[in-house]
């Protein structure tokens, strides 16, 4: 059975950081394509990163590039997200996402919700201003 399973969400002030991890069971992540995405209430899912399998190219949406970063860990079977400058805007549930048929991380990835597998339970995030 494929799990993923995302963690270190919580609250924060505004322009602290954190890092949010998302771990697979079932499955080898580095034969994956990861995605992150966010959603607030009242609003629709927002796709925010990626990082592709094989050559863990990565991609970042307007609204995060210069402040999130992806990386992946292979050897623990998880993709983290670093999250730093965080506004009270980025206050979301935050998703992990997983696919192997897409090969390559774009806006494009990171907008066919449709094209990931599998996908984790979310992990909140509440910023304070």
């Known amino acids: 059975q494929v799990q993923l399973v995302e963690s270190g969400g919580g609250l924060v002030q505004s322009g602290n950081s954190l890092t949010l991890a998302c771990k697979a069971s079932?499955?080898?992540?580095?034969?994956?394509?990861v995605g992150w995405f966010r959603q607030a209430p009242g609003n629709q899912r927002e796709g925010l990163s990626c990082?592709?399998?094989?050559?863990?190219?990565?991609y970042y949406s307007s609204s995060v590039k210069g402040r999130f970063t992806i990386s992946r860990a292979s050897a623990e079977n998880t993709v983290y997200l670093q999250m730093n400058s965080l506004k009270p805007e980025d206050a979301a549930f935050y998703y992990c996402?997983?696919?192997?048929?897409?090969?390559?991380?774009?806006?494009?990835?990171?907008?066919?919700?449709?094209?990931?597998?599998?996908w984790g339970q979310g992990t909140r995030v509440t910023v304070t201003s």
């Open positions: 996402t997983a696919t192997p048929r897409l090969g390559y991380c774009s806006e494009t990835s990171v907008s066919r919700t449709a094209e990931y597998d599998y």
């Open positions: 079932g499955i080898a992540l580095k034969h994956y394509t």
């Open positions: 990082i592709s399998r094989g050559d863990d190219s990565t």
